[in-house]
């Protein structure tokens, strides 16, 4: 029974606009709460349903609308969740020096001073602004998951530059056991969805 609910909501939610859901509900209210209990009939029953039906109205259409209301809510992950899509797609297409100068405009935006690191160093890029100092990895930025071993390594180095804390960029995922050792450590995790809002703060100045 609690499936066949389930299966119901989904489908009141996922594939009925939010708009007819929400029409539903105004009609089943102005149905129950004006149209039936000025409707006579000779059936004692009928006439019994007819009069308590105003009972219901504030139900009826508080349950349409907030099927409504989930639907308009799908609807607006749906639509992120592909804009994402669209955007992660963009950001992979880029080569490493379009994808580093997205970064250093990214960082130049929010104040700070960004030095290019050779690929002999251990960071890609050194963030300056006043005393604070960051590096920021992101070599495997396409790389769809990190493991341990790369953030403690990246660790190591942010200690022995004598870093406030290290970024590690990556549009795939990090995996449990490199989540587990940043926490722990001066380090600032940045995944998919974490790049994506990076990135759009910086589009969305551009506007």
Not at 182 to 198: F, T
């Amino acid at each position: 029974m609690a499936q066949n609910n389930q299966s119901i909501f989904q489908h009141l939610t996922r594939n009925i606009p939010w708009w007819v859901s929400f029409s539903i509900g105004i009609f089943l209210f102005y149905l129950f709460g004006f149209v039936f209990p000025e409707m006579k009939t000779s059936d004692p029953y009928m006439q019994d349903f007819y009069l308590s039906a105003p009972k219901f109205a504030p139900l009826l259409s508080i349950l349409f609308i907030t099927f409504a209301g989930a639907s308009a809510y799908n609807s607006w992950q749906n639509r992120r969740k592909k804009k994402e899509g669209v955007q992660v797609e963009s950001l992979s297409s880029l080569s490493w020096n379009e994808f580093e100068a997205t970064l250093i405009e990214v960082y130049s935006r929010k104040g700070f001073t960004v030095e290019k690191s050779d690929h002999e160093a251990p960071m890609d890029l050194t963030l300056v602004k006043g005393e604070l100092k960051i590096l920021v990895l992101f070599r495997s930025w396409k790389k769809r998951d990190i493991g341990a071993k790369v953030v403690e390594q990246f660790a190591k180095a942010v200690n022995e530059a004598g870093a406030e804390r290290g970024v590690v960029i990556s549009l795939g995922f990090f995996t449990p056991e490199a989540k587990a050792f940043a926490q722990d450590a001066p380090l600032e995790l940045l995944d998919e969805a974490a790049v994506l809002r990076l990135v759009g703060s910086v589009q969305q100045q551009r506007k």
